[in-house]
């Protein structure tokens, strides 16, 4: 501590260190959030059924997508990635995923979400097995943290049915 | 500086920048607002380096004291050396050829 520079340098080797253990800390603060975000995915109805030329099947389905995630949001959130995606089982593979939808939420005032629309890509199974299929809609919401590691939430309504005819 | 002016400078820095440290992770958690604490806690580096970098004179109020020279007329060690080596230059030189 003999010098200005060596003085200088003792601040902000020291400072950086002390930051670096706040980043730490606020990271560890999202730990002690619990959320409770209020989600509700209804189809309202299924527009499309159809075998592509392909000969892969593809739906196309309203939606309603209803989400309260203003809950998930903490002073070390930077955004969130919100999902939802369609998940069956078939003969071949147990876990079929389809993503239907996705926003990405920078500001808390806009994680009410509660939107009516087609889903936004498609619905395309890579064989023929959408007829009369049972499905999953889950949404999942990537928390992005400002400081800290990405952390996924999600939750899951069971109990939908695509038709057992092509409609087209 | 002197060298409890060192030490205090030091600790003084350790504690300032702790201190803002604790200050702003509060209060960026009670108004949860990440913004917040980086703000307060760079000013409080920005203080501290203010406080503690600086030559200010109270980290002068411990200066050196010698002791007094037992033996005010015998050459100092400085001196003694600076004569040492003059010799040895002396002794160096080659004799000029008769």
């Known amino acids: 501590m003999h010098s200005f520079v060596f003085r200088a340098n003792a601040v902000l080797t020291f400072g950086i260190t002390v930051l670096a253990a706040l980043c730490i800390l606020a990271s560890l603060s999202d730990s002690f959030h619990s959320s409770l ?9 299924v527009d499309v059924l159809q075998r592509l030329s392909n000969g892969n099947d593809e ?10 995630l203003r809950s998930v949001f903490t002073w070390n959130t930077k955004q969130l990635f919100v999902f939802v995606a369609a998940e069956y089982e078939t003969q071949k593979n147990q876990l079929n995923q389809v993503s239907l939808w996705d926003l990405i939420v920078e500001r808390k005032e806009d994680a009410k979400i509660d939107l009516r629309r087609r889903n936004k890509y498609g619905f395309v199974d890579q064989g023929s097995n959408l007829r ?3 499905f999953n809609l889950t949404m999942y919401w990537n928390v992005m943290p400002l400081t800290g590691g990405i952390f996924t939430g ?3 309504l069971t109990g939908f049915r695509l038709p057992s005819e092509y409609t087209r | 500086m002197d060298w409890q002016g060192q030490k205090l400078s030091e600790q ?3 504690y300032l920048l702790l201190g803002s440290a604790l200050i702003a992770f509060l209060t ?3 108004m949860s607002s990440y913004r917040m604490m980086l703000t307060i806690y760079l000013i409080g580096v920005v ?11 109270f980290f002068n109020r411990h200066p050196l004291e010698w002791s007094e020279l037992k033996n005010p007329d015998m ?13 040895a230059k002396k002794a160096a030189k080659p004799q000029p050829k008769r």
């Open chain 1, 37 to 45: 975000p209020d989600i509700n995915l209804q189809v309202l109805n």
């Open chain 1, 59 to 68: 739906a196309k389905l309203t939606l309603h997508i209803s989400a309260d």
């Open chain 1, 132 to 134: 009369g299929r049972e």
């Open chain 1, 154 to 156: 999600s939750k899951v």
């Open chain 2, 12 to 14: 003084l820095m350790q």
């Open chain 2, 28 to 30: 960026g958690y009670i």
């Open chain 2, 47 to 57: 203080i501290t380096f203010l406080f503690t970098v600086p030559d200010w004179s």
């Open chain 2, 75 to 87: 050459p100092s060690s400085r001196q003694l050396k600076l004569r040492q080596q003059q010799a």
